[in-house]
């Protein structure tokens, strides 16, 4: 039976080794795979524990690249999972849909989200607010981004209800554009005023409250 002849840390990254086998590079592995395995010179693996082991060194190379996805900035659980499947695709040449179905995206999403790493709420919080602050955007472009980000509808309703000063908001994006508007009639300006704010995402309502605050009646 095959058996373990060295484990030697690996130069360039710290805390990964490499696991000899009879004499020749076998695989990689963590601290965690070897403890986990309790791996050591001398044991005796079969092809299909060597295979297992393999495997779950890959998985854990996955879990360590979806960390520092998550680094850069909070993502959604579908962000993650699309991530996870473009990287798997191309370690076995497969199709991104095929890719998707890897029982190993499910795995490390869970971990994910054991250690707090992953949250859809807490994603849809922090997205609305990013989205109403210096560029404020309204409550249709923002539930839009995040449908495409696989948020679910009831998650994002919650999140955008949070946000009780749309016309504020509205009124602060039209502050920035009404000086190159000051030669426009007041119909011409109200029509500006929808059109901008519908842009971004405004409902009629909140737009008709800003356009009856910063324009004259006529």
């Known amino acids: 039976m095959p058996q373990i002849t060295s484990i030697e840390p690996q130069k360039r990254r710290r805390g990964r080794f490499n696991i000899y086998v009879d004499g020749k590079f076998s695989f990689a592995a963590d601290e965690n795979l ?14 299909d524990q060597i295979e297992k082991l393999i495997k779950e060194n890959e998985a ?3 879990f360590d690249a979806s960390l520092r996805f ?5 993502r959604s659980e579908k962000e993650v999972c699309d991530f996870l499947a473009k990287k798997i695709a191309r370690i076995e040449n497969i199709k991104f849909a095929e890719a998707s179905q ?8 869970t971990r994910l989200k054991k250690r707090s790493f992953l949250n859809d709420e807490e994603f849809a919080n922090w997205w609305v607010k990013a989205r109403t602050g210096s560029q404020p955007k309204g409550p249709y472009v923002i539930r ?13 309703e919650k999140a955008i209800s949070k ?8 009124r602060n994006v039209i ?16 029509k500006k005023v929808y059109e901008h704010l519908a ?8 737009i008709n409250e800003v356009i009856a605050q910063i324009v004259k009646k006529v």
């Open 163 to 170: 946000v009780t000063n749309q016309t504020e908001l509205g």
């Open 144 to 156: 839009k981004e995040l449908l495409n980000k696989g948020v679910d509808k009831e998650i994002i």
């Open 60 to 62: 854990g190379k996955l």
């Open 199 to 206: 842009r971004r995402g405004f409902d009629s309502k909140t």
């Open 34 to 47: 070897l403890a986990k395995n309790m791996l050591s010179v001398g044991k005796s693996l079969t092809a």
């Open 70 to 74: 998550l680094s850069y900035r909070q």
């Open 102 to 109: 890897s029982p190993v995206i499910s795995q490390i999403i």
């Open 175 to 190: 502050e920035k554009k009404i000086k190159t508007w000051k030669k426009l009639t007041n119909l011409e300006l109200k």
